[in-house]
């Protein structure tokens, strides 16, 4: 006989909270500072690596609610995700969509970025198949060598989308190679120049064949540059990492200081937790978890975490960072293993099996005392970026909506 208690849903060991009201508030702060511009540009927010960590579908979902006009994807499938979760904005794909999956894509009125011939002769195959057009975004290689084409390459395939009936050349992209990386905007400067003389030509070209050239829509900002120069938001905007609460870099934080910029009140929306599994008493000189990288140099409390590098707790974690427990910091204790982490609490008696532990975000101690750990400080521990802390977030994780 099945017992009620087996038919509930189990609690999860570790979970991400998301706040609603921090990413709205993010995306609504970040479309004033894009309207402060000449022009009120179409906003985009990057939803691509699961919402930056934040949950694909729930982070979608708040922008939406808040008044983003696009979403912007990395591929086809999180595009389906949106569209099987009854998300209906305009999705724009930034990344490479191969042409085996463009007739999808097509079906699915995702807009597509393009900088070779076969996808755009992809696309001519579906919009005649579908008998529905595709918009396209033209990528211009200003700088970064990463994606997209130079000037001539570019014109030529532009001439091709113009004279397939059924593609609608929507846009022209670049992206910045180094905006977040430096004080110095000298390159940047440069990419944008080489951007704008390309869309010049593209305009010339479309008004020569005909069609309006006051269509095409003219990108290249993302959140750094939308921070730093609003005054060249052109025809859309791709805000990132700030939509979700975080700073670029340091180096953009420095540098709106140096242009006088206000700094924007951007509000981190991510709480990481998990619990205590277990709290154990190590005597001094026992060691603690594999290769023995931590040894207790006095009779210690050694608390068990059901996470691990496998969940995204970066295995360089080891001994190196924190969490927190009731308010109160605690270092991790040896290495990080696939599954479970081992931290220190010694110095907080209370601790016990149960108790909810933070490993990115913040928590109030008893006397009304609150600590954090900002995915900045995590990623300075690790040598990395905070995008990187916060999309590498094992996607089966459960992504919680608060307030």
């Known amino acids: 006989m099945t ?3 087996d038919q509930v849903e189990p609690t999860p060991l570790t ?44 982070a979608s979902r708040c922008f939406v609610k808040a008044g983003i006009d696009w979403l912007g994807v990395a591929d086809i499938r999180e595009a389906q995700s949106l569209r099987s979760a009854g998300v209906q904005a305009p999705l724009y794909a930034v990344c490479h969509v191969a042409p085996n999956q463009v007739h999808a894509a097509v079906k699915l009125g995702l807009k597509l970025t393009v900088y070779d011939a076969q996808t755009v002769q992809a696309a001519s195959r579906a919009v005649h ?16 060598n990463r994606q997209g084409l130079r000037h001539d390459q570019a014109l030529q395939l532009a001439q091709e989308i113009l004279d397939t009936p059924g593609l609608v050349l929507e846009g022209l992209s670049t992206h910045f190679a180094d905006i977040e990386d430096t004080t110095d905007h000298g390159f940047a400067k440069q990419q944008l120049a080489r951007f704008q003389a390309g869309l010049n030509a593209l305009r010339d070209l479309m008004s020569s064949k005909g069609e309006d050239p006051n269509q095409l829509m003219a990108h290249a900002s993302n959140s750094a540059a939308v921070m730093l120069w609003p005054e060249v938001s052109l025809d859309m905007v791709r805000f990132g990492i700030a939509a979700y609460g975080m700073w670029p870099s340091k180096e953009t934080f420095l540098s709106a200081q140096q242009l006088g910029r206000r700094p924007l ?21 026992e060691w603690v978890g594999y290769g023995r990288t931590f040894q207790a140099l006095r009779d210690s ?19 190196r960072s924190q969490v927190l427990i009731g308010g109160h910091k605690a270092p991790i204790a ?4 696939m599954n479970m982490v081992a931290v220190d609490v010694t110095d907080n008696p209370t601790v016990t099996q149960g108790d909810e532990v933070v490993l990115l975000g913040s928590q109030q101690a008893p006397d009304g005392s609150v600590s954090a750990l900002h995915a900045e400080q995590l990623a300075r521990w690790i040598g990395t970026i905070n995008y990187e802390v916060v999309t590498r977030i094992n996607d089966r994780i459960d992504r919680v909506l608060k307030d």
Not at 15 to 33: D, F, G, P, T, Y
Not at 265 to 281: G, N
Request: with cysteine; hydrophobic share 35%.
């Open 334 to 337: 040896g290495r990080v293993a």
């Open 301 to 319: 409390k050694i608390a068990i975490l059901p996470i691990g590098y496998y969940d995204g707790y970066d295995r360089r974690f080891s001994s």
């Open 129 to 144: 198949d579908l008998g529905r057009p595709c918009h396209l975004h033209l990528k211009l290689e200003t700088g970064t």
């Open 3 to 5: 017992s009620p208690h």
């Open 15 to 58: 979970w991400v909270e998301i706040s609603e009201r921090a990413l709205m508030a993010n995306a609504r702060l970040l479309q004033k500072v894009a309207a402060g511009s000449k022009r009120s540009p179409i906003t985009c927010v990057m939803v691509k690596g699961n919402g930056y960590g934040h949950g694909l579908i729930e």
């Open 265 to 285: 009140d951007l509000q981190p929306a991510m709480t990481w937790k998990t619990v205590v599994a277990q709290v154990r008493e190590v005597p001094s000189g």
